[in-house]
């Protein structure tokens, strides 16, 4: 799933599309907690917790796939309104994800503060509740994703498009959830491997990063507009290497990033021992040595800032980084090549291309 | 949420609705697995584990609730396929709440089987993964809970009823899958607090239980057809006390019922510490020596038999069982009562009253 960096944020606030997500998830989000209020005002930190975690954070992305997709397929900025409500929910997905995500992985931090699970025990903490925080927490965040998983589907739905829109793009919509719940079993499952190839790696980066970041929400946006068979697979020919290049700068960020940007503490994805394409590399292509360091080091809960470093030397010495820059590049010119052969309207995919760079580009 | 209990089968089986509610599934879950299966093979224990816990267990009640609002509403079993696709959709949603339930309370079984999680749980193990079996059991669980909800969504929307009938529907879909998630927050939340209500026992149960039950599907089955107001609110002075009777019941059930029965290990409530309307009416009427017994024994994870049987016996001897007994009545009365002023089709309305006592019978 991936999304650290916020270096595309100057081309969202330039076409404003970014404040505009914002604003609609905002009113869609109050309308929910006052919703929330009438059931019972021990809800609020349900309603808060999803508001700031939604407000406070991310890149907004996936809606900026999902409005050029519609731009693209020859959707016009004088009549969007409704358009950008309907891929605001995307943002909501993606909350769902990122909430469960941090669940399972037991990450501490999100986007630069304390995760959903976190503030949850932190609450139970503070008011001195019985059982376990813990236990807790991970309750609550469980509820607020499955909250933020329903409520994506309410406002897509009532965003204000035509019906017969929304059904026509309910094909897209479906095979991301299924694609990204799918993409993330398969990582699960891919942690829990003694060892992981590259190309395995890759699958998984496909499905929970590339299709549900780039190429779905494109499709979603095409379809909603209404666009011919040709354009969606230009949008898939365009997005898949696009979406594992930015997954691909996702794991780099996950070893080398610069906690102010990426939001997560230094080398977390190092202590968590995530078997990325780049570990893969590494293994593959290291020293015995180098390797041997690998499987010492990686997925250590306590590992302190020298052997973050040690890793990040032994993963820079091996290769396994030159490599994955590699095919972040060779992704990258793949797809903004088979963007170049679409019939995409020139200012939507002028913005692709530009959100092709942007969202793979070194942050770190 | 509840659920345990096989006496309704009867009378669903006698409408044919049970075995055709479980073939509706059957289909579209082949459907989601062959999806599943083009993306990975590995997504097979996913695909298969969905199938088993929707198809092998449950009493369909809640799509039975929405296929006789449907009915109520004027609808006739001549032109029902796509109804009962539609409200087949609610097993769905009720597989993501409790295979998440299983993992917020930690529980090893349900429906006399292993709960989601224990299941991933033992493949980790059968398959010598890496890391922890418990870890990966409930993210793989919270992964299909996911799934189930994105499917039901997929399912309902997919039913085959014109697209004017789902948009009226969708309000009470939306509410209902609201107001279970918040339900089950207040739950988690109650369980936290020291000592509960039984008014706040009874709040939460209303909607985690009774609006989710049976009110909701009444709701979405009338709006299906299209009702008048009238009848929605003739729904719900009948589906709120009926649901709030059939969660008493879960209640007792969880105390004194039978394992056979319930598919659950006897007296399991009682050593997860659920603070519901029955242990909160114990603790309201019974004498000193009788709460500190309550106090002392309830939640305790390693209670075992002579201690169930004891608490047992204190709920019951301090009146707490015969009030909740009382509640059930008067709540079962009261929901019949208001189904008979209102404007409900004979043969549906016979059946909801059929229903409603079937649900909330004692059957232990």
Same mark, same amino acid.
């Given at each position: 799933?991936g999304g650290?960096?916020?270096?595309?944020?100057?081309?969202?606030?330039?076409?404003?599309?970014?404040?505009?997500?914002?604003?609609?998830?905002?009113?869609?989000?109050?309308?929910?907690?006052?919703?929330?209020?009438?059931?019972?005002?021990?809800?609020?930190?349900?309603?808060?917790?999803?508001?700031?975690?939604?407000?406070?954070?991310?890149?907004?992305?996936r809606?900026?796939?999902?409005? +050029?997709?519609?731009?693209?397929?020859?959707?016009?900025?004088?009549?969007?309104? !409704? #358009? =950008? /409500? &309907?891929?605001? %929910?995307?943002?909501?997905?993606?909350?769902?994800?990122?909430?469960?995500?941090?669940?399972?992985?037991?990450?501490?931090?999100?986007?630069?503060?304390?995760?959903?699970?976190?503030?949850?025990?932190?609450?139970?903490?503070?008011?001195?509740f019985?059982?376990?925080?813990?236990?807790?927490?991970?309750?609550?965040?469980?509820l607020?994703g499955?909250?933020?998983?329903? +409520?994506?589907?309410?406002?897509?739905?009532?965003?204000?498009?035509?019906i017969? !829109? #929304? =059904? /026509? &793009?309910?094909? %897209?919509?479906?095979?991301?959830?299924?694609?990204?719940?799918?993409?993330?079993?398969?990582?699960?499952?891919?942690?829990?491997?003694?060892?992981?190839?590259?190309?395995?790696?890759?699958?998984?980066?496909?499905?929970?990063?590339?299709?549900?970041?780039?190429?779905?929400p494109?499709?979603?946006?095409?379809?909603?507009?209404?666009?011919?068979?040709?354009?969606?697979e230009?949008?898939?020919a365009?997005?898949?290497?696009?979406?594992?290049?930015?997954?691909?700068?996702?794991?780099?960020?996950?070893?080398?990033?610069?906690?102010?940007?990426?939001?997560?503490?230094?080398?977390?994805?190092?202590?968590?021992?995530?078997?990325?394409?780049?570990?893969?590399?590494?293994?593959?292509?290291?020293?015995?040595?180098?390797?041997?360091?690998?499987?010492?080091?990686?997925?250590?809960?306590?590992?302190?800032?020298?052997?973050?470093?040690?890793?990040?030397?032994?993963i820079?010495?091996?290769?396994?980084?030159?490599?994955?820059?590699?095919?972040?590049?060779?992704?990258?010119?793949?797809?903004?090549?088979?963007?170049?052969?679409?019939?995409?309207?020139?200012?939507?995919?002028?913005?692709?291309?530009?959100?092709?760079?942007?969202?793979?580009?070194?942050?770190?």
């Amino acid at each position: 799933m991936g999304g650290r960096g916020g270096r595309t944020s100057a081309l969202l606030d330039r076409v404003d599309l970014r404040e505009r997500i914002g604003t609609e998830l905002a009113a869609f989000l109050a309308a929910r907690a006052a919703e929330l209020a009438e059931i019972s005002p021990e809800l609020d930190p349900v309603a808060r917790t999803i508001r700031d975690f939604v407000l406070d954070g991310g890149k907004r992305l996936r809606p900026a796939f999902g409005y +050029w997709g519609w731009r693209g397929a020859g959707g016009t900025a004088a009549s969007d309104a !409704a #358009v =950008v /409500r &309907a891929v605001a %929910a995307l943002e909501l997905v993606h909350a769902c994800a990122l909430v469960h995500d941090d669940v399972m992985d037991g990450s501490a931090t999100r986007r630069g503060a304390a995760s959903v699970h976190e503030r949850f025990a932190d609450l139970h903490r503070s008011q001195s509740f019985a059982g376990s925080p813990a236990g807790f927490g991970r309750a609550a965040a469980i509820l607020l994703g499955d909250l933020t998983l329903v +409520w994506a589907d309410e406002m897509l739905a009532s965003s204000g498009l035509p019906i017969e !829109a #929304v =059904v /026509r &793009a309910r094909p %897209a919509y479906d095979a991301m959830r299924t694609e990204v719940m799918a993409g993330q079993y398969l990582d699960v499952l891919a942690q829990a491997q003694p060892s992981v190839s590259a190309s395995r790696a890759l699958r998984v980066a496909r499905y929970k990063s590339a299709k549900y970041t780039v190429e779905r929400p494109l499709h979603l946006g095409g379809l909603l507009h209404g666009c011919p068979v040709a354009l969606l697979e230009c949008y898939s020919a365009y997005g898949v290497p696009v979406g594992e290049a930015f997954q691909l700068r996702d794991d780099l960020l996950g070893v080398y990033g610069d906690p102010d940007v990426t939001g997560k503490p230094a080398g977390d994805d190092l202590r968590e021992g995530k078997r990325t394409a780049l570990i893969a590399l590494t293994l593959q292509h290291g020293s015995p040595a180098e390797t041997a360091v690998v499987e010492r080091l990686l997925g250590d809960p306590l590992l302190d800032t020298a052997g973050v470093e040690t890793l990040r030397d032994v993963i820079d010495a091996s290769g396994g980084r030159r490599r994955v820059e590699a095919l972040i590049v060779e992704r990258l010119e793949q797809g903004v090549a088979a963007l170049a052969r679409g019939q995409v309207e020139p200012e939507a995919a002028a913005v692709l291309a530009e959100l092709a760079e942007m969202s793979t580009a070194r942050h770190a």
